[in-house]
């Protein structure tokens, strides 16, 4: 069954790097997502994206985070310098069409010391 | 604003006994209701989801759900559990004009033998 991977499982990263996050989504799908959970708190929409371009993002999605799709395959959440409150664990997801069901990777979680 | 509420932050059951999950919605149309199942580690796994048309839908591992329009919710149920259903289940919908899903803030299911 086609899955949605996530790498790494865990980072731990020192305030003020960047980091980024990785997924590889659902070949034949065409949207794109970042979603993240801070520990104890609901999923938080981060970001969409379709036709290589930015199609929503949320309010939490500020000038320190970018996304990529550098290859074809691979979709990257950056963060370029990292808070102490970026410490979440963040969901890649995709789906074939636009606002239908998304399937979820395993999560990256981010812990920023 | 479009939101979902879980009342149920934590419900016990004994295994064999019934399971409904609550969520309500708050949106001025008929939305797309998911619901979506987090074991401990794991990602977001989707259980079923509403669209339209019959309202009692069925998903995997023995759930299902009923839409029901006039009291704005979408109940999650089984008849009978098993240990492993053990874990944390998310309402979310989806609106027509956006891309995100909204998610409600979870309610952490234990199993007893």
């Known amino acids: 069954e086609p899955e949605v991977t996530q790498t790494p499982s865990h980072q731990v990263t020192q305030m003020g790097q960047e980091v980024i996050l990785r997924c590889v989504p659902i070949?034949?799908?065409?949207?794109f997502y970042w979603y993240r959970q801070i520990l104890g708190q609901k999923v938080e929409f981060l970001v969409s994206?379709?036709?290589?371009?930015?199609?929503?993002k949320s309010e939490i999605f500020d000038d320190q985070f970018s996304v990529e799709r550098p290859d074809g395959s691979n979709f990257t959440l950056k963060i370029r310098s990292t808070k102490l409150e970026d410490s979440a664990m963040y969901f890649c997801a995709s789906s074939a069409i636009r606002n239908t069901e998304a399937f979820f990777g395993q999560g990256t979680r981010l812990t920023v010391v | 604003a479009q939101s979902v509420t879980q009342p149920d932050i934590h419900i016990t059951v004994s295994e064999g006994a019934s399971l409904e999950l609550r969520c309500n919605y708050s949106?001025?149309?008929?939305?797309?209701l998911f619901w979506y199942v987090q074991s401990p580690g794991q990602g977001l796994q989707l259980l079923l989801k509403y669209f339209s048309g019959d309202t009692l839908v069925q998903g995997i591992k023995g759930f299902e759900a009923e839409f029901k329009r006039s009291q704005s919710s979408f109940n999650l149920r089984k008849p009978s559990v098993h240990w492993s259903d053990a874990a944390e289940y998310f309402c979310a919908v989806g609106v027509g004009n956006t891309d995100k899903l909204i998610f409600g803030t979870g309610t952490r299911l234990q199993v007893f033998p």
């Open positions: 994206f379709y036709n290589n371009e930015i199609s929503e």
């Open positions: 949106y001025g149309a008929t939305p797309y």
């Open positions: 070949s034949n799908h065409l949207y």
